[in-house]
């Protein structure tokens, strides 16, 4: 029972990362019908723009949780602006060509950031500081830390404060008109290039608080340390149905669930031929059997709310 509770949270830790980056897909995906496959590797500029600031930062004396704070605050100004630029760069000009092109410019635009940020921080893992107090907690036999606690309030923050800003805000009002039908919105006074804008920026201020919380659980970062969390993320989005905020939540917590029960037991299922370093393969298992059995996800696709 302790071993289960363990692999719970775990999951639900591992989850949460993967929701705030889900978040991040589903937004553009229900704003112009796009997968930015370079989301993830947003999450690692993030997490390496924050490195580095921590790692400048180390000997002025400051409190951990300060230093995470500035770290992060540079990381989403970074991310921001690079997730701007890629989209009026990379994206727009491809907005009215055919699906496959600004696909393909998506994947392009990650493995071109992966190179870039190779160059620019060498391709060795590098240590992530220990910023918050980790004493650990207990709950029953399982243990929980600060970070952990930390990611799990975050995301459910993060979850609240975008479900009001679609819903409750002129800029959301703006979003659901332009996912609804952009030609419409921009003759009532709403102007489409400037919402689109601002959800890339809204996505990349996500991925750099999911690359930070990830860098600071799992102590180090690398310059390909986006693509599989990029790759689950989106995976999460399609489980729970993309264009669909609450989905993107569920699926991301889901998927991250599966994934440590999976790794936890995995040995046991197969007689110990596997190890838990297979976990991967559960993520994809899901996306196959969710597209095969319901391609709209668990809560499906809401047209009229698809920011």
């Not at 600004?102 to 870039?116: D, E, F, K, Y």
């Amino acid at each position: 029972m302790d071993t289960f509770i363990q692999q719970i949270i775990n999951g639900l830790v591992l989850g949460s990362v993967y929701a705030l980056v889900a978040l991040g897909y589903t937004m553009v995906y229900g704003i112009i019908n796009l997968i930015n496959f370079a989301h993830g590797e947003v999450l690692m500029v993030g997490a390496l723009t924050s490195w580095t600031v921590v790692t400048a930062l180390a000997g002025s004396g400051l409190p951990g949780w300060l230093l995470m704070l500035i770290s992060l605050i540079a990381a989403i100004v970074v991310c921001s602006a690079l997730n701007y630029t890629i989209e009026k760069v990379a994206y727009r000009p491809l907005r009215t060509a055919p699906r496959l092109a600004p696909l393909i410019t998506a994947m392009g635009m990650s493995l071109l950031l992966q190179t870039l940020a190779m160059i620019i921080w060498k391709p060795n893992y590098k240590s992530y500081p220990i910023l918050l107090p980790s004493e650990p907690f207990f709950i029953g036999g399982a243990v929980i830390n600060t970070v952990q606690i930390l990611i799990l309030v975050v995301t459910a923050i993060t979850l609240a404060g975008l479900m009001y800003l679609v819903n409750r805000t002129k800029l959301g009002r703006a979003m659901r008109a332009t996912a609804e039908n952009p030609r419409v919105a921009s003759l009532m006074g709403v102007k489409p290039d400037t919402v689109i804008s601002a959800t890339f920026i809204i996505g990349a201020a996500l991925a750099a608080l999911a690359g930070v919380m990830y860098a600071a659980n799992y102590g180090s970062v690398q310059h390909s340390m986006g693509f599989l969390p990029g790759l689950k993320a989106f995976t999460a989005a399609v489980f729970g149905g993309i264009g669909n905020l609450a989905g993107a939540m569920v699926g991301g917590v889901a998927l991250g669930v599966i994934e440590s029960l999976g790794a936890g037991y995995i040995g046991d299922l197969t007689g110990d031929v596997l190890g838990s370093h297979y976990q991967d393969i559960f993520a994809f298992i899901v996306l196959i059997l969710v597209l095969t059995l319901r391609p709209k996800g668990l809560l499906g696709e809401r047209v009229a709310d698809r920011a």
